[in-house]
């Protein structure tokens, strides 16, 4: 992948970006993706040998994102999207999802990982209306005031902001539930919120293991929270039922995969979709 890279965008990010683990290529990983290295690869083997159900996790994750967005541009008439800590916006990424249903969606990508942008910024280099932003999601103002941002999204109207399997990363010092107040004040009434979470609620034990692991190495650390530290960061967004319930009961389609016959123990990861009513200014 790297010479690919190299060849597509003209652009090499340091060496050390290679060698260090990201989650978002990761994620890649456990989907059985190519757009990974070494590094990231070598992290993901230690990490199932603590979860090794995380490859089945990820594909319960993102038939959530999948479903959450397939409601959000069909029957909620939502048609702007930003995503952040969207990884590779590869098969069954948002702006595809979404398009399917309303073909003017416009959406913005953000990831704090620099070769995952490169690479996603080539994938969609003919894609009008789909926008990939090098930004860390901790820092609101330069997301919503960027170019990508600004020349894409209106935030007049409303907006569906995606924070799928991300809030995870953020560690209490950096105070999550202040992230999400601040993308929540800068959208319109019904604008709606898409959170997945990684929970310690089932094996405790397990999930601080697994979070030494992936501290030990990876840039952003895992940071697993019960269901009520996880419902109090949708603070301000009125869940759409089901409410906030494991990744496989948020508004299940039939035919959707699930190979450990409603063990929700073993998924550890919990989901919701909000829909912002109030005025903003109020």
């Not at 409303?158 to 924070?163: C, E, G, I, N, R």
């Not at 009520?228 to 494991?246: C, F, R, S």
Request: aromatic share 8%; net charge negative.
């Amino acid at each position: 992948m790297t010479q690919t890279v190299t060849e597509q965008s003209g652009q090499m990010p340091g060496d050390a970006e290679f060698e260090r683990p990201s989650p978002a290529r990761m994620y890649d990983y456990f989907l059985g993706g190519s757009h990974n290295f070494a590094a990231d690869r070598e992290l993901a083997e230690k990490y199932m040998r603590v979860l090794p159900d995380m490859p089945e996790i990820s594909r319960a994750n993102r038939r959530f994102l999948g479903r959450a967005v397939r409601y959000l541009a069909g029957p909620a008439g939502v048609d702007q999207f930003l995503d952040l800590g969207s990884g590779l916006p590869t098969q069954g990424s948002s702006h595809e999802t979404a398009r399917r249903l309303n073909p003017s969606a416009r959406v913005v990508y953000v990831d704090v990982d620099p070769v995952t942008v490169e690479f996603g910024r080539t994938l969609l280099e003919d894609t009008k209306g789909v926008e990939m932003l090098h930004a860390d999601l901790r820092d609101p103002r330069a997301i919503l005031r960027s170019d990508e941002v600004r020349g894409t999204l209106d935030f007049s109207r409303p907006v569906a902001v995606l924070m799928v399997a991300m809030l995870h990363f953020v560690p209490a010092a950096d105070d999550p539930a202040a992230l999400v107040a601040a993308y929540r004040a800068a959208t319109a009434p019904d604008s709606y919120l898409v959170v997945s979470h990684a929970t310690s609620d089932y094996h405790p034990a397990t999930m601080s293991e697994a979070a030494q692991v992936y501290n030990s190495a990876a840039a952003q650390g895992m940071n697993f929270r019960s269901r009520a530290q996880v419902a109090a960061l949708l603070a301000g967004y009125d869940l759409l039922p089901p409410g906030l319930v494991d990744v496989i009961h948020w508004r299940p389609d039939p035919g959707d995969s699930d190979p450990f016959n409603g063990d929700v123990t073993r998924y550890n990861l919990l989901a919701a979709v909000g829909r912002r009513t109030e005025d903003p200014s109020a």
